[in-house]
Each structure stands twice: as structure tokens, then as C-alpha cells.
């Protein structure tokens, strides 16, 4: 069961102008489950993406690149899941390359008009006949107001479909902004999750688009893990279609501009937090603040620290607030020169630890009622700057370890 | 159930001269409980040790580091169980002072002549006066040939007691080397684990003493992880104590020298593994080797990054060869530069990916296998040097959970 994660009603997810989708059921893994989507994108888009940091990248991360740099615009995205195409040398890459080409012939487009997207299993050889003979019917399939089909299209582990959109004014215009996630498992991403998409109507000087995709997933998807494990297959993409008719943005000065970059980032963080919310076994969804650091950097070491721990996250599953481990997780987090006694530490509202110790007035019937929520803020003060940074993170349950002892049987 | 763990035996364990070893049931936090140990060492003996890198490191380890650098001759150690006095701020200090200074007045000695040490809950009161009232009865039993007593009274969620032996001829004495350990979760030692203790009665000279402790320590109890998190209490102590009549070692030169500091080594790396063996929740134990790297420091990146995966932990508790989440591991072990295109990975005698992809003849049913063992060794090639370095950990499973979702009630 998610935590406290609705679910994406499609009369609430505004259409893109110039974005459609089809989804399909290619049978990639396993038959009678819709594994294949594709986005049509119409002339004029300009697309951006940030990919995974894993060294070891899938195939179609490599090809999205390649094909990003290429410079043509894009006109089609492929998402298969069931299998990520990771760990598959040569053969991989040309799969990932075959695929493209078949979308793009339908399509009439060139090869690198098209991005190649999997999730799945690692290691084995992508089925791309039944993904080529499945793109004929998700094409058909396409239409504007297809979003929460692909939210459905691109799950794995998830046990729900993640989607939000948000409307705002430019220029006497109404633009909109529409985006889906997928994660559940093997979820710290460095740059970007696999997968996440969102687009927007607006109008975005296409050399403001990188810039800004960087940005949204530094404030959104590179601030999530479950378990710490990077992921192959990390893809976060941001589409503008320059069809809600406003003038073009081409900075962020400017309220109606940056009341349009927070409605983004708001669709990305709430894309990013979904994930979190629908974490493999997730029982709670934890928010860890690291205030008062030297920098940024810093601060987030502490706070991955805290929210990789598997003693911390087991604590929380069990709402035992065991709350020395939060503190040991501090302390390696491998500032050098840390001072333990300057150290605060707040559970929610409750104040855990005072210069370091425990603070006299802290009440163990205190620390439970907090355990016992769903959501819950670790707020930890390192008394040495003014830096922060938030991540957020869920517990550690017997339901991860089960999914992911059976995830391939 | 421990991993192929052999529960030691007195009449295997060597006394080592000059030293006598005593525990008692004290009631730190449970009621019949051995969880006070005293180690009484004759005039003479040198020591050193070396304690965990966490920044969060606890009141006990401060004063080891303090009473260690002060000099003297050290006479005793203390040891309890039930409470890690760690996060427990300046009252925590003065408890771990107020335990050296009443053991000290026991013994005639001075304070600084005694060693703390406490490992259990963290962030609450160090019970000192029940600690204190029983010195007395721990001294009273204080024995030679107490070490698995010993073994077993420093056990928290430890299942079984660790202990090793080893003897050596060194200019035609025999000299002796017994050594004990506990560790059962929260073990990611950096320097060293919680808790390790290792006596021998070679006479060794003192100044080499501090740098065989970090080279023992490096070749076992850093090379082990359970959960990656790292204690706030690690303390790895080596105790020479000159009784046996060889002529002192004032370097390691000479075919005798290397055998001792093998066999201690041997003992140490023994210690390490063992704690492996009973980490919580463990079914398996896993070897991880990582070959042709360009320096030993990425080849413990990749190993670590391995065997603190969550998703590869979960793939070995289900025998799953779900062996491309190993691949991932590499991938976001943090090597910039690494080409994926370069990595073999083989389990155990499985040649399972070859030149970055998976290995034409690998077949399924040789990794399950593999997977099927109790003890498993992953061995990745870089392909890009000669270093390697091996680290060893366990799986993850669901008693992992169960043991620290209930470790405090």
C-alpha cells in the first residue's frame, strides 16, 4: 500500500497540445499487461533529459544521448518495460538502435528523432520483434488525453500509477504542465529515475531547456531513494511544445516565469515524491531535513546518510523510535571535522537531542507518537553554517525484501 | 542460524600469559544476563588499538583514545553490554570515566590505566552505578582460561560466541594468540568493528604494536560489512603481553616474524568473518572480489558498493541470480571513468558477463547453482589495472528486519 498517494484521476490531467500517446500490451515479459508506450510529439517540441549517473548505463540511455546531441528534433519517445536492456554489450545497443528505426519508419521521421526508454530486468536480451510488431497498435492508439494509460504503460514494482499537472499564466495564456513517474526499486537516482516524463505546453527558448531539466531534477528525482541502488536506466525528461501560444520564455526573470518554473517543479517534486510514497514495502514516508551545515553538499551527505541506513529505516518500519541510529548514521556520514556536541535533533516537533546528547526533556512517549505516523520529519542541525538540503526517503519492510527476493519469478 | 560458524570450544582457545579475563551478570538492561566483562592485564603488556572513524563515536571510545595516548601501562579493560553509551553528551563522558576510575580503585591502579567499552541501545543513560557495583564480582572470576566466557559476555545480538586461537614458534618459544569478537548488525567497520580483542604473549616491540593493530584491522575487520552502517562504538584491540620468552620483534623481517604476524592476521581476518557468519539475519555468506582496478581505493568502491546493495542482498537470500543488480552495483560504485564494455563478472567458477555484457554461454541454471550455496564468491575484473581487494558481507533477509524492526522491546 502507497502512502498517501492518490490515484491519478485522467479527468485531472490536463492534455498537452502537441503530446500524444498509445499504449500497448507488446509482451515483452509476460503477456495481458501494457508494456509498451509511445509519445508523439508534433513538430516544434524541443525536449531535454538528464540520465542516470551509473557507469554501467543501459543501452537506450546511451542511445538517448546520442541522439539528444544529435540535435534533430525529437518526435517520438519508446518505452518498453519488462526488460531494461542494461548489461546487454553490443547487442544491446543494437536492439536499442533497431527499435528506434521501426518507430521511426512508421513514423516517417528520422532515427535520432526518436528516444528508446526500458525498465526491467538487467542482464537479458531485450525481445525487440515483439516490440516492433507492437508499435503499430500503440500508435494507433495515440491520442492527447492518454496519460494516466501511460502513467499505467510505464509501471514495474509500482503498485499504483504516479501523474500530476498543474495550469498556470503566461502572457494572458493559459500553459500546462503534465508529467508521469515509475520507480519502486533500485531507486537513489544521481541526475534523474527511471523514468519520468513531463511536458508542458508552453512556450521555452529551447536553450533555456537544459538548463532547466537540471534543475527540476535536482529539486525533485535526485532527492529520492528507497535503497540507495542507482539504477541502469534512469531517464527523466522534460518536453515543451511551444503550443499554449504564449511569448516565448527566454529567462526567469519575471513572475508569470518563475510562477511557471515552481508549477514544474512542483509536478516534478510531486513525481519524485511519488515514487517515495510507492516504494517497494513502503509503510511511511520520511522526510529528512539536514540544516545548519557548511554547504549543500555536505548536507546531503547526512542526509543519504540517514535515509540509506538500513537500522534508521527499520526502526521507522517498526515506529521504534530508536533514534540513536539516526545519529550514528550522522556521524559516518563522513564529514571530517564534525562536532558531535553541537548537534540538535527534532522528530517532527519533538526535540530527540540537545548539543549532541539527549535532551533532558525529551519524552520516549514523545519519539513514539511520531514514529507512529505516516509521515514523518527528521530535522537534524549541524551547527556549522547555514546550508540545507531535504531528501526523502520511506522505511525498510519485510515487503521489500519479499518483493525483491520474487521480483523475477 | 549462523553461516558455517563452528561455536568455539574452551579446550581449543590457547590462555595467553598475562592475562586473566572475568564477567558477570550486572543487570545493565536485562536481568540474567552475562553483560560485564573485565580484562586484567599483568605489568608489562603493551596495547593498542584502533576505533571507529564514526564522528558520533561514543563516550567509551573517547576515553580509550584519551587513556591510549596518556602512555601509561595499560592494566584493565571493561567492557559491558546493554548500553552503548554513545549520544549520551557529558554525562555519558563522565559515566565512562566514573567505570575506568571505580575499576582503577578496585585494582590499584590508575584510571587512565583502564579501557572502556560499551556496546548495545544507543542514546540512553549508561546505568553506572549498577555497572560499578558489579566490578567486584567480575574481577572475583577473573580466570586465564575465560575467553569463551568472555566471547559470550560481550554478545548482544550476536547468536553465537567468536573466538580463535592460533600458535606459532618464534625462536624456539611458542608463542600464543587468541582473540574474540562480537558484531551482529550496525557493522560497517571503518578501522575497526565493535568489538574485537586480540591477545598474544609474544613479546613485540611496543612501537610496532600501534601499526600491526591497523594492519590487522585493515585486513579483516574493515574488509567486512553487514548493513553498511557504521558504529558508533568500534573498538579493535591488540594485546602483546611479553610472557612468552621469545626474543623481542623489533621488525617484521625474518621467516618467524611473518609467520606470527600471519597467524595474527589469520586470527583477525577469522574474527572479522565471523561476524559475518552471525550477521543478523544472515543465511549466506558472500566473498566479493574485485580484480584489475587501477588502484586498491576503487576496487574497495566497487566491492562495497556490491555488498551494501540492497537488491543484490535480496537476490542472494532468495538464491535468485538476479545478477545483473551486481552489475548495476558496479555502475554506481563512483568510478568516473570506468567502461562498462571492459567488466567481467564471475560467480564463483561462473563466467556470467563477459566484455560488459552477459557471456553467450552462460546458462541460467549454472548461476542458480552457484546462488544456491551458503558461502559465494562474486568476482568482478575491471579490466583497467592490477589492484584488487575483497571484501566479505552476507545477505539480506527477512530476519534482518524482524531482528532490528524489534531490537529494542
Redesign the interface.
Known sequence: MPVNLPVPVAADLFPVAGVRIGVTEAGVRKANRKDLTVFLLDEGASVAGVFT?????AAPVQVCREHLAAGQDIRAMVINTGN?N???????LANARKTCAALAKELGVSEQQVLPFSTG?????LPVDRIVAGLPAAIAAAKADNWVVAAEGIMTTDTQPKAYSRSVQVGGKTVHITGISKGA??I?P?MATMLGYLATDAAIAPELLQGLVKELADGSFNRVTI??????NDSFVLIATHKAGNEVITNWDGAEAQALKAALQDVARLLAQAIVRDGEGATKFITVKVEGGKTEEECRLVAYSIA????VK??F??S?P????I???????G??D????K?DLYLDDVHV?A????NPSYREEDGQRVMKQQEITVRVLLGRGDASQTVWTCD???D???I??????
Chains 1, 2 share one sequence.
Open positions: 549517473q551509473n557507469r554501467y548505463c531494461a542494461a548489461g546487454t554489450g553490443a547487442a544491446g530486468v538487467i542482464m537479458e536480451e526499486g533500485m537513489r544521481n535503497d540507495g541502488d542507482t539504477s541502469t540509506h541506513s538500513p537500522l527499520t526502526a518500519f517498526a521504534d530508536n533514534l540513536g541510529r545519529l550514528a548514521a550522522v556521524g559516518y556520514a564529514i571530517a564534525l562536532d558531535q556536541t548537534i537531542v548539543d549532541g546528547g539527549r525498510l519492510s519485510h521489500y525484501v519479499s525483491n527476493a520474487d521480483y523475477r519469478s
